[in-house]
């Protein structure tokens, strides 16, 4: 029979019949895997532990054909605090989701995979960072791992050279930084500073941040990578 064994973390799932949940689960070598868990909602399943959102670890999954069902699972982590801070789980649900959209059957997504545990890592366990400031940060690194890094030293449009350490105005359909000639009214206006936040954050990846320039970017951000996939979890909304 044959099956796959694979690290993963459930990304959503639905209730399905009576007794049983459909999940999507992130894996790094099979990307978005589709799978029943049969019986998982049963008193005293063993399967229910590793059939709740967020829910880390190595699954075993019978295929056959493109219907996979889950068959064991050994638990790594099940970011547990997050379920005690309603924000930092909307901001972890809000990167769950958008992992969910962008990720495709059998194609690997190794960097997707080890971003979403680094913010669900951070969110549930580190109490120094900001949720707000590191899901901005998270937006940033997804949009690189999905292959739209924003273009922050030349002009989005025309190529130019931008100067270093100024100001200057992000145009979200161009996907990055454009010069003055080429800024019009639909660009976004950004400081050095947030400017410096990007290009460091895109430089040290995913870390425990105080609030700083990225909160404020998260609007920007949101709309950037929400426009590349072209979905809006309905979580963003409760986002600010
Ligand atoms: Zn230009």
């Given at each position: 029979m044959p099956s796959i064994t694979t690290e993963g973390v459930v990304l959503r799932y639905a209730n399905y019949r009576e007794h049983d949940r459909m999940l999507t689960v992130i894996s790094p070598?099979?990307?978005r895997i589709d799978a029943l868990s049969r019986g998982?909602?049963?008193?005293?399943?063993?399967l229910m532990p590793a059939s709740e959102l967020f829910v880390s670890g190595e699954f075993v999954f019978y295929q056959s054909h493109d219907h996979f069902t889950l068959t064991s699972c050994t638990l790594r982590?099940?970011?547990?605090?997050?379920?005690?801070?309603p924000y930092r789980l909307t901001c972890a649900s809000y990167q769950a989701a958008l992992c969910a959209a962008a990720v495709q059957p059998s194609q690997e997504a190794e960097g997707l995979y080890r971003l979403l545990l680094r913010g669900l890592y951070l969110l549930a366990?580190?109490?120094?960072?900001?949720a707000l400031e590191m899901t901005s940060a998270f937006l940033l690194l997804f949009a690189d791992q999905i292959?739209?890094?924003?273009?922050?030293?030349?002009?989005?449009?025309?190529r130019v050279p931008l100067p270093t350490q100024s100001s200057g105005r992000f145009d979200i359909e161009a996907g990055g930084l454009c010069c003055e000639g080429c800024s019009s009214r639909s660009t976004y206006p950004l400081s050095a500073a947030q400017i410096q936040w990007m290009a460091a954050t895109l430089k040290d990846g995913l870390s425990a941040k105080e609030k700083s320039e990225g909160a404020a970017l998260f609007e920007l951000l949101r709309r950037y990578v929400e426009s590349r996939i072209e979905f809006s979890p309905k979580v963003s909304k409760l986002l600010p």
């Open positions: 070598e099979y990307g998982c909602r049963r008193p005293k399943s063993p982590d099940t970011f547990y605090p997050l379920r005690l801070e366990y580190d109490d120094r960072g900001d292959g739209y890094r924003p273009r922050l030293t030349r002009c989005a449009h025309c």
